[in-house]
C-alpha cells in the first residue's frame, strides 16, 4: 500500500524558548496484553527540558465516554539530546474491541530572564488506539464498511471491532463523476458505530474515502460501492 503523506496530527505551540522534543511516533497501537507500549521522547534543543505526559482525558471521554489509558513516568527530565521511554498503559486489560483515545504531550523549560517561571514551549496531541491482545490486526478496517442512501443521507455501518481512521472528506460518485463531496465532523468511525450524513441526491452509486493509518500516514483513496 503505497503511502501518500505523512501528516502529524498533534497540536503545536512555540514561544521563543529554542528547546524543542520530539516523537518516535504520533499514533500507535496500545495492546491490552502488555504494559511495554513505549514512546520514545527525545530532547532536540540544546536546554534542560522537562516533559510531562498524560492522557487526554476531556478528549477521549468525548470519544470513548471514559478514561482508556495511563503513562508512566508522566515526568521525565531531558538533558540536550538526550531520549527516554514512557510506557502507555491500557486501564481495561479486557476490552472486547479497539478503543480510540488521545495523549498529550507537554514541554516545560524555564524562561530566560526569570528561571524560576516556566512555560510550554512545544506540545504534541496524538490519536492512539487501544486493542485487545487476542484481536488479529487489520490493515484494512474500511473493507469491513457498509454504505448505503437511505432517505437523503448517506449512511456507514462499521459492523467490525475496529476502528477506521480517515480524513473527513467523502466524495459520492456516481461512476467516476463527482456529485457532491461532504465534509464531515469526524475523522473516524468506531467500532459497531453507524454514522448518517445529509447529502443532496440519490445518484451516487460509490463512495471515495481517504484512510488514514494508526501512525496518522494518509492512504491511498478507496472506493466503496453503494
Known sequence: MKYIIVVILCMLNSTLVYAKFTLDKFGSYIESGTDNNEIVITNTGSSEILVFSKEDTKAT?????KSLFYIYPS????????????NVILKDKNIKKEELGRLVFKEMVS???VSTKSVVNTSYNIAVI???FDLIQNAKPWEKLLVRIDNNKLVINNPSNYIVKMMSGISLLNKDEVLEIIKT??????????????IKGKR?????????SVSSNILSPVFIDL
Open 61 to 65: 471521554k468525548k470519544i470513548i465516554g
Open 75 to 86: 515526568v521525565i527530565k531531558l538533558e540536550p539530546k538526550e531520549s527516554r521511554v514512557v
Open 111 to 113: 524562561t530566560k530572564n
Open 130 to 132: 487501544g486493542r485487545p
Open 185 to 198: 465532523d469526524r475523522n473516524y468511525i468506531l467500532p459497531n458505530q453507524i454514522v448518517s450524513i445529509p
Open 204 to 212: 451516487a452509486t460509490r463512495i471515495k474515502i481517504q484512510p488514514v
